[in-house]
């Protein structure tokens, strides 16, 4: 099975031996570690858990609660809670840190520590290495019985989280109101069938259908909201004749929409039309990672501002962000940053500018995703096991484009008249992952195949 330690936390599959799964002693350990490593670090001595709805969440809080109490942590924990929820609440709360216990989009057998700073912002490549450190050396004491940390519970913490999205001036709760939507939400039974349905009433929105949101862990379908994973609610969006449908992953940061007709929306382009929204009412630059569509590029184009990349990753999305003084950025998998709440993507701050924009247009979901240009994404991995010099490869590739734009910061992103292709090396797999886009599907596999055919022959 599959065990992965890496700068923002640990992650793997439940069960089988330590060091080889993601098991008791190996999430005691990095939790143990990353409470010591706050304490080394001065910053304040409590720490924000929360989990997602997998069926191993509530073992592994209460491992992560022990080990963070034993070395004199103050915990709060939030239980069932939103990736974004626990982001906001280590700022709000004043917390040195936070550990969100999900695996993303994994499937049920997987879970994860994702590991927060204290400005609720996954910590940076270089206290990841601090981390890792002290877990591999071990080098700390747990403390004695009358220097326990203390442990409280707080279980009320996304009506906060919410209400911090209705007082944004971009959303517009009257507005979502008189607009009457009917919506299905797909919440792949974990999390989201809690916040989503919350926030949509908190909305206004009184016609809400209710898809996978009982939050057993129990994964009705892939968890990853892709087209081929969301055929039950796009079916029910059509047959029921509803405005909208809306899917979350089981940690509710990545969103995805379905329109009217059944339709995806795409991924990609959740951040096209917030983005296009945000831009539209406030000046400020825009911020996404290397793999997310060019349409991105041209929605700053449109509103006069500067479109700026940034290495594939939050942590890395949200240092550019800060850098450019972006108002709005994001990753192309349904990601959307809204600095104005906080540097975190959040499923719940996207549904709610998204339903204004959609109330303000007076457009179906189908006519405002007809506005923006139909760029097609192909995505690939090519095998590489015992093969070494992986960057001298690469470099050897970006050679042969001298005459197009290309981008190293992460990988090799090559630029063309009409598309791109952005090459980068796995940290945990011998593959190299190739992502194309271009204005046609075909045009995308042709100058993938191209560039993948290059390499192999430099290889």
């Known amino acids: 099975m599959t065990l992965i330690k890496s700068i923002s936390g640990i992650r793997g599959t439940i069960g089988g031996r330590p060091g080889q799964c993601l098991t008791p002693m190996d999430i005691v350990s990095i939790s143990g570690a990353f409470g010591m490593w706050l304490r080394n670090s001065g910053a304040a001595k409590k720490v924000i858990v929360g989990r997602d709805a997998r069926i191993s969440g509530e073992m592994v809080n209460q491992l992560v609660v022990g080990a963070l109490l034993s070395v004199g942590i103050e915990v709060v924990d939030l239980g069932l809670a939103t990736t974004p929820s626990v982001e906001m609440a280590v700022t709000d709360l004043k917390a040195g840190g936070g550990i969100i216990i999900t695996a993303s989009h994994n499937p049920k057998n997987w879970n994860a520590l994702k590991l927060l700073n ?56 009257i507005l979502i109101e008189e607009a009457d939507f009917s919506i299905a ?25 209710e898809i996978n949101c009982c939050p057993d862990g129990n994964f009705a379908h892939n968890p990853e909201p892709l087209p081929e994973n969301i055929v039950e609610i796009s079916e029910c969006v059509k047959n029921e004749k ?20 059944g339709q995806a929306f795409g991924e990609e382009y959740t951040l096209v039309s917030v983005a296009d929204y945000v831009l539209q009412n406030t000046k400020g630059s825009l911020v996404a990672n290397l793999s997310s569509t060019m349409a991105l590029r041209e929605i700053a184009k449109k509103h006069g501002v500067e479109f700026y990349e940034s290495a594939v990753g939050e942590v890395n999305v ?49 006519e405002l995703r007809a506005g923006y240009p139909d760029y097609k994404i192909v995505k690939q991995k090519l095998e590489l096991e015992g093969v070494s010099n992986l960057d001298g490869i690469m470099d050897q590739v970006r050679r042969k484009f001298i005459d197009y734009p290309c981008n190293t910061i992460d990988g090799l992103k090559i630029s063309f008249p009409e598309g791109w292709v952005h090459l980068r090396k796995s940290n945990t797999e011998p593959i190299i992952r190739i992502y194309s886009e271009a204005t046609t599907e075909e045009y995308a596999r042709n100058l993938m195949d191209y560039v993948k055919q290059l390499m192999k022959n430099t290889i």
């Not at 009358?146 to 209705?166: A, F, N, R, V």
């Not at 089981?250 to 969103?255: C, E, N, Q």
């Not at 962000?321 to 906080?342: D, R």
């Open 242 to 261: 509803l405005d909208l449908g809306i899917v979350v992953d089981p940690d509710v940061d990545r969103l995805a929409l379905v329109c009217e007709n």
């Open 185 to 209: 939400v797909d919440a792949v039974s974990s999390v989201g069938g809690i916040a989503i349905p919350q926030l949509l009433k908190a909305l206004g929105v009184k016609q809400v259908t």
């Open 318 to 366: 949200v240092r550019e962000m800060k850098n450019h003084l972006a108002v709005i950025g994001g990753e192309g998998n349904g990601g959307v940053i809204y600095p104005e709440l906080h540097n975190g993507r959040d499923a719940l701050v996207g549904v709610a500018l998204f339903l204004t924009y959609l109330a303000k247009s007076k457009l179906t979901c189908s």
């Open 118 to 173: 204290a400005k609720g912002e996954f910590i940076s490549d270089q206290d990841g290495k601090d981390l890792l450190h002290l877990v591999e050396k071990q080098d700390f004491n747990y403390n004695d019985v009358d220097d326990l940390g203390k442990y409280s519970k707080k279980d009320d913490y996304l009506e906060t989280h919410i209400q911090h999205i209705l007082n944004l001036p971009l959303v517009d709760k």
